[in-house]
């Protein structure tokens, strides 16, 4: 941090739940948050961002069995049925050139593992969801009844920008424990060329997924990603959505009480919706080669009814 951007203190961080809400801000019954942010005109930049035609994935495969031991996932496993024999149709038993395969998925997507999208009924902060809705319109059978995944069905569509804080610090990846700060950011934007504005997606690239990619295995609750600093830099440019290659959070987040305060003020206060474990790899060497840090991003989460989130894989065309 500079001597104009002081570290904030634990209390300013608490503070952050009502200098930076946004309740009501898009009225009483607003479920959406800062997805308002992404205006038809948002919609038509960012279409207007494609200017070579090419698309990448920003999502982890989920592969068997390595991410259901690390994620307790049950991944997909293809049951091969050649001709069908056991089928109790009479039409698949005649015809015994036919077969198929089929899957059973049992996800818990939340973690530090699986690409995925968190909705602002994720986290609740004093017993209260984003637009003081209170934590009770959760029910451990029918999920939420309140800024679930689902208040993102038409999916998610805008601009991305990529800010490589790896290369601004000009290390293969931030070490675990180390937080990204506004000056970060700036100093990325001034790099690459690029400068975040109202209705941005905006992807933090830290490194982590290359250390994932050679094999690395982190121990442990640490890890690099947002510094609570950023929250107010986030609300001010009016960002619509933040992923990471992280988990979002730098942890320790270096505030005894509050454990994760980008999710916290983000998902409660903000209704900042957010990608988690995102694989930045491709996307990062895409818009180096190609000289251009943004793109049209779109995000679609599976329309799961009540609940928190959805695993998704975003795809960035630039």
């Not at 946004?22 to 959406?32: A, T, Y």
């Not at 031991?69 to 001709?83: F, H, I, L, V």
């Not at 305060?261 to 206060?269: C, F, G, Q, T």
Request: aromatic share 8%; hydrophobic share 40%.
């Amino acid at each position: 941090m500079t001597a104009d951007r002081p570290m904030p203190t634990q209390d300013d961080v608490l503070g952050y739940f009502n200098t930076l809400s946004n309740w009501g801000r898009w009225g009483d019954d607003d479920e959406c948050g800062t997805l308002n942010h992404i205006t038809d005109d948002v919609r038509a930049a960012a279409a207007r961002a494609v200017r070579h035609g090419r698309s990448v994935s920003c999502a982890w495969e989920i592969t068997v069995p390595q991410e259901m031991e690390r994620s307790t996932t049950a991944c997909p496993c293809a049951a091969d049925m050649p001709g069908a024999e056991n089928m109790p149709v009479a039409a698949f038993h005649a015809d015994r050139r036919w077969g198929f395969s089929s899957e059973q998925l049992q996800i818990s997507f939340h973690g530090n593992t699986i690409t995925h999208l968190d909705s602002p009924c994720h986290i609740f902060w004093d017993g209260m969801m984003y637009n003081g809705r209170s934590h009770s319109l959760v029910d451990g059978a029918t999920g939420s009844a309140w800024a679930a995944v689902t208040a993102a069905a038409n999916g998610i569509v805008t601009r991305g920008v990529l800010l490589d804080v790896a290369a601004v610090r000009d290390v293969p990846w931030l070490e675990p424990g180390q937080g990204v700060h506004p000056d970060d950011l700036e100093e990325a934007e001034r790099r690459q060329g690029v400068r975040v504005r109202p209705g941005d997606a905006v992807l933090l690239r830290t490194g982590f997924g290359r250390f994932r990619h050679e094999g690395g295995v982190v121990d442990g609750f640490a890890q690099a990603g947002w510094h609570a600093s950023c929250l107010p830099w986030l609300h001010e440019r009016g960002v619509a959505l933040i992923g990471a290659d992280t988990p979002q959070d730098v942890q320790p987040s270096g505030y005894a009480d509050v454990l994760m305060p980008v999710h916290a003020v983000s998902l409660v206060a903000m209704g900042l919706w957010m990608l988690d474990n995102c694989d930045l790899e491709a996307c990062a060497a895409t818009a180096a080669e190609l000289g251009q840090w943004d793109f049209q991003l779109a995000v679609a989460p599976v329309r799961f009814a009540g609940t928190s989130g959805s695993p998704v894989n975003p795809i960035a065309t630039f």
